[in-house]
RNA sequence: GCCGGAGUGGCGGAAUGGCAGACGCGGCGGAUUCAAAAUCCGCUUCUGGAAACAGAGUGGGGGUUCAAGUCCCCCCUCCGGCACCA
């Protein structure tokens, strides 16, 4: 490549700055610069160390990119070029998480299909993104719709499908197992054959799952197999309350319902149940909790991450039911608390309103039951939807008619359903302790249920509030006069003494629901038989391929139908042609028509990064092993971790090495894709037990937007400055009312997005990216100001004139300048440390104070100068690189960081500060290693001091070397 | 309500307990120009002062320290997340 035939301007402007931006795009693009190979490839340095780095892949839309896009993609782009001229072997791919929801509406809105228009939003978003000159690997691209891709994502299902969670192996902490060991400890007598006591499908069954020894394994018929089996499964089916809405023909999301009806269209929306495909990550809750102290991740998100989790220690506690003539049934009710402390202030019990004792009680009423009052209130509360709960908190509920014993008052105490208490979470069955319970204590007012004090609260506590504080107990019989804490251990005790309970602990988490009933989204692997028996789909039969559906509208119906129910021919089918070994080839089956949710790409995507191209495994696991595992952080084993056998002392650590996304998905995707990864380092599929080892969010890029004084938004076309620049005066044009300027976030309605690609053409890329980075600190939210993008168009425009002469040339000096070679080594320094802390805005102020600075330079400090802004600003960096002479020794990117002289950093004589109590009073000028004593009579020998301590006494002379002189004198 | 994070000039922001406001934007003044754009130079926290300089100042109030934007306590505001989780 020769620059000869095109000679640019003189000037740096956003012509020459679009010219050398795209020929460096093309140039890249054909030598495959960035292509990064992998081990065992040509090209494949093993003496170097490497850096994994990963943006969060983006959702392709229709708009295009917007502004925010680019800011954690550029960031990262700047450490991966660092490090590659650090001598790092850089894996930096992108790629596109393409299925879900929003690609299927627009596909309905616009008439055309979900394939074509994402792949149209795919191949702008890749044209908006090389527009950047990010160093991305492109050959490594992919997007979670390829066949090839959800070929893997299937297969992981499988793997999660086949898997158990054994809670005593893995040292006690648990361990993924696969099936079949599951059904020889059945088959041996290893294991009492049971369904699974940590079923979440089988909770608030009272006592139905702990204690039903299902006898002999072989005696068992099949069914009976199947549904023990199905209950230890990591992946399982399962009946769900979802939000349906017969409109749209698809069950909604909590956020996607407001008011009772649906956020499109305004649709109404009912709680149905539903079997529903689920994950058991709950057994994972431990773990998930546990092993994020491991983790370099921001505190916050570590915070969001436990309190999701939500783990919290208590009781389960059996009180006995009494049956319809008010005699012991031998039944019990099963409650969790967290204060079995105060189980002697219990006065009466609340169950969930969808409770299996409700549904028993409404088939076989007790003599106290309000038939009518109890069918509407649970009528009433299962259509009522989440955010109904949430809007309105009046305690709602009726008496069920029941009762049971309180075990240690031995009263009797009624049962009542309310929707203040849910069903997903412990047994769905509460004992209320009004006294101690602020929700107890407003239930109880409301219905006049009796309030036991069982804490003693302060002397001045109010009559008429609860206690939830520590106190001694009262009211309680051999507790009394106990901390909360004392009495939790002996009531505990007791419990387990008379078998009516014992410690418990439960999360907030609930299982993963995993089923859509959409149609753009990965298929499941499963097929079901005649007997509606499922049955996983063999290996080598996948992918299961996504029907191609001409009809993808969503069928309006009372009754939950997934769309691909659509796809008659591809539904039914027969085992031989899905690939089900463990039926005779004949048999006709039903494919699981339901599909994957939108996070299932996402949730491994890291790990095919690894090696795309793949088509044996999801990554072959040399590339896995080198990618994934940081050499530095590991104990490296005697034997590697291929087996399945957990190491718990060996085990390697690491992850991607940087991981830059936003804090948006610190909950969910970050829990989901850390859920995957243990179950596939559980099964001996990966190397390390965490996917992500540095987590960096960056912040969010807002926009100005107007309030009115009662609050509501103004879009900023509606407005007009009345005042000046510097004392604005923003007025509603409408109105003529006096607006206020706010942040807001970009949205179409108050007109204030901005678009890249309007940027690129008024500045170029490399502007763009400079006054991203330069906005403010990476982590922190930060408006978008049009008017600031100029100063750093400026920036790039001193550059090229600090180093092109106005004919073209190359603009040198022979002479050396000390100063200039100190400054430069010091920006050397600088840059490089605020990279590797990820702090561009300061970065950036040092090029700037650097080229304020800076005359001319030799052609080897321009050299140097080059490479330090090339992270920053790659298309002039490359485009001086090569006007340096370096045509054939290949791209910026890979010269390699200039090393600078210590000595340099440091000055022979520094100006200090001297202070009198604690005001600055005068300067010196002083050695850099002046001793303390040389310094205080320096500061007292300066005239100024001199003049105004004279007649004071000097009490104390606070001295730091290199720093300042405090005088204590009055 | 609970859990995070943040409040610094007209604006974006900088500052391992050690000169608050680096750097950029905007503004003001000047140079260049027939003129303008662009560019370059200077000034730009507030108050008083021609200046030297003095005083005040990092959301508010207290405290620790020779020294606090930074550490501690209380309060206010804004942003984000969760929210009847027993």
Known sequence: MTDTQSQPANRYDAALADKIETRWQQWWDQHQVYKQPNPGEPGFDPSRPKFYCLDMFPYPSGAGLHVGHPEGYTASDIICRYKRMRGFNVLHPMGWDAFGLPAEQYAIQTGVHPEVTTRTAIDNFRRQLKRFGF??????????????????????????????????????????????????????????????????????????????????????????????????????????????????????????????????????????????????????????????????????????????????????????????????????????????????????????????????????????????????????????????????????????????????????????????????????????????????????????????????????????????????????????????????????????????????????????????????????????????????????????????????????????????????????????????????????????????????????????????????????????????????????????????????????????????????????????????????????????????????????????AFQRADRSLVAIDEVENRGTDDKPAYFEIKTNQPVTQIVAKMSKSLKNVVNPDDVIASYGADTFRLYEMYMGPLEASKPWNTRDIVGLHRLLQKIWRLCINEDGSLRLTETHSPDTEKRLHRLVAKVGSDIERLSFNTAIAAIFEFVNDTDIMTRVQTDWFVRVIAPFTPHIGEELWHRLGHHDKGSVAFAPWPVHDEKLLVDDEIEIPVQILGKVRSKIIVPAKADPKALEAAALADPRIAELIEGKSVRKVIVVPGKMVNIVAN
């Open 135 to 704: 160093s991305y690997d492109w050959s490594r691209e992919f997007g979670t719709i390829d066949e090839d891709y959800y070929h893997w994502t299937q297969w992981i299902f499988l793997k999660l499908y086949n898997a158990w969670f054994d809670p005593e192996a893995g040292n006690g902490r648990g361990r993924a197992r696969h099936i079949d060991e599951l059904v020889e400890e059945f088959y041996t007598g290893k294991r009492r054959v049971r369904l699974n006591p940590n079923a979440a499908e089988y909770t608030g069954a009272g006592d139905l799952p702990d204690g039903t020894d299902a006898g002999e394994w072989s005696s068992l018929d099949s069914e009976t197999k199947h549904a023990i089996i199905d209950s230890y499964r990591l992946a399982y089916l399962s009946q769900q309350t979802v939000n349906w809405c017969p409109k749209l023909g698809t069950a909604l999301a909590n956020e996607e319902v407001i008011d009772g009806k649906s956020e499109r269209g305004g649709y109404p929306v009912f709680r149905k149940p539903l079997r529903q495909w689920m994950f058991r990550i709950t057994a994972y809750a431990d773990r998930l909790l546990d092993d994020l102290a491991n983790l370099d991740w921001p505190e916050s998100t570590k915070t969001q991450q436990a309190e999701w989790i939500g783990r919290s220690e208590g009781a389960e506690i059996d009180f006995p039911l009494l049956d319809l003539r008010g005699e012991k049934s031998g039944e019990s009710l099963r409650v969790f608390t967290t204060r079995p402390d105060t189980i002697f202030g219990a006065t009466y019990m609340v169950v969930a309103p969808e409770h299996p004792i409700v549904e028993l009680t409404m088939e076989l009423p007790h003599p106290e039951t309000d038939e009518n009052a109890l069918r509407s209130y649970v009528q009433w509360a299962r259509n009522r939807s989440d955010i109904e709960r949430q809007e309105n908190k009046e305690k709602t509920g009726v008496f069920t008619g029941v009762y049971v014993i309180n075990p240690a008052t031995r009263k009797k105490i009624p049962v009542w359903t309310s929707d203040y208490v849910l069903m997903g979470y412990g047994t769905g069955a509460i004992m209320a302790v009004p006294a101690q319970d602020t929700r107890d204590w407003e239930f109880a007012t409301k219905f006049n249920l009796p309030i036991v004090r069982t804490v003693q609260p302060p002397q001045d506590w109010p009559d008429d509030q609860p206690f939830t504080g520590d106190g001694p107990a009262i009211n309680s019989d051999f507790l009394n006069g106990l901390s909360v804490a004392e009495a939790k251990q002996k009531i505990i005790a007791w419990l387990q003494q008379h078998h009516i309970g014992a410690r418990r602990v439960n999360y907030r988490l609930r299982d993963w629901l995993f089923s859509r009933q959409r149609y753009w989204g990965e298929p499941f692997p499963i097929v079901f038989d005649p007997r509606g028996q499922h049955h996983p789909v063999a290996e080598d039969k996948l992918p299961v391929r996504l029907p191609r559906l001409t009809d993808y509208q969503p069928a309006e119906s009372d009754e939950p139908t997934p769309l691909l129910g659509k796809a008659t021919d591809w539904v039914h089918t027969t085992a031989a042609e899905a690939g089900v070994a463990d039926l005779p080839p004949d048999t006709p089956v039903r494919r699981e028509t339901n599909t994957m949710p939108g996070w299932a790409g996402s949730c491994w995507y890291y790990l095919r990064f690894c090696d795309p191209k793949n088509s044996n495994r999801f990554a072959s696991r040399e590339a896995e092993r080198y990618w994934m595992v940081t050499p530095e952080l590991s104990v490296e084993p005697e034997e590697v971790h291929d087996s399945g056998t957990f190491q718990p002392h060996t085990q390697r650590v690491g992850g991607v090495d940087l991981y830059i996304g936003g804090a948006e998905h610190a909950v969910l995707h970050l829990l989901y894709a850390r859920f995957w990864h243990k179950v596939l380092f559980d099964l001996g599929e990966v190397s390390t037990p965490e996917p992500f080892h540095k987590l960096f969010h960056q912040g969010l890029i807002t926009s100005h």
